[in-house]
């Protein structure tokens, strides 16, 4: 299967393990639920790519002199930033699938890895500020597991009563980015949860990591244009940040 030049050996959603699929369909359903997209995804050149690249590094590098110098950023954390983007060798996320084998029809997840690219360490500086806040926030629960203690600590409900459960459709991709960074930013610089974090820093960095998501999918090179960054390591934190704000209004 390693060997295979027609098969992909891929990951599938809710853990269930390896699964295995045509090259071909696995490149046509990147393209058919995703990429297509024109509203979402933007393709690029790779000259396009490398430049846009090439600004976003030098847009960081900028970033780490204004917010150090404003002590938002410690000693530390700037040179942690730094040597980082020296370091990145290959400077753009790439974009594959996870499979939901369990939906019927089947469909995917998008996920965009920035594992080593130019945004990796400015997303890590920003999950790290922002995972103590998530944790304590009204709406947070940590686990299945935690809901489900919870809920058995309820007192006896009557026998009409129902547990609804809902799901958002594509909750990351269809959050306004505009709307979101305002209504975050005004959240880190009022609200009490949010005493003490670097907020200007946080919002400008979140700035970068939202308007430069730029990917490669084999050797093809683009853009999202909306919605939450996929994949980078603030993505969970921003989503739920965004949602409880609205819970908290």
């Known amino acids: 299967l ?10 599938t959603d809710k853990n269930l393990g390896p699964a295995v699929i045509d090259r071909e369909a696995y490149i ?8 297509s997209d024109k509203q979402t995804y933007q393709p690029l050149t790779p000259e396009e790519a490398h430049s846009e690249m090439d600004a976003l590094t030098e847009l960081i590098y900028n970033f780490i002199i204004a917010y150090r110098d404003d002590e938002e950023i410690s ?18 996320p790439w974009f594959y699938l996870l499979f939901k084998i369990h939906k019927s029809p089947l469909k995917t ?3 965009i890895s920035v594992s080593g690219s130019t945004l990796h360490a400015l997303g890590r500086w920003v999950d790290c500020q922002l995972q103590p806040l998530m944790k304590t926030l009204p709406s947070f629960i940590a686990s299945s597991w935690e809901l489900k203690n919870s809920l058995l600590k309820l ?10 459960t809902c799901d ?32 200007k820093a946080l919002v400008a960095a ?13 050797d093809t090179f683009w853009h999202q244009l909306c919605g939450t960054a996929m994949g980078t390591p603030p993505a969970v934190v921003y989503a739920t940040l965004y949602y409880a704000i609205q819970e908290l209004s």
């Open 155 to 164: 007192p006896l409900l009557p026998s009409y009563a129902r547990l609804f």
């Open 2 to 11: 390693r060997e295979s030049s027609t098969l992909l050996v891929v990951r």
């Open 168 to 199: 958002a459709v594509g909750m990351y991709t269809n959050i306004d980015t505009d709307h979101a960074l305002k209504v975050i930013a005004t959240f880190l610089d009022t609200h009490e949860l949010a005493k003490g974090l670097p907020a």
């Open 28 to 35: 046509r359903h990147a393209f058919s639920d995703h990429l």
């Open 206 to 218: 979140l700035e970068l990591i939202m308007r430069f998501n730029i990917f490669q999918f084999g």
């Open 109 to 111: 997840r998008p996920i």
């Open 75 to 92: 000693e530390d954390d700037a040179k942690f930033l730094s040597n980082s983007l020296s370091l990145v060798k290959d400077p753009f």
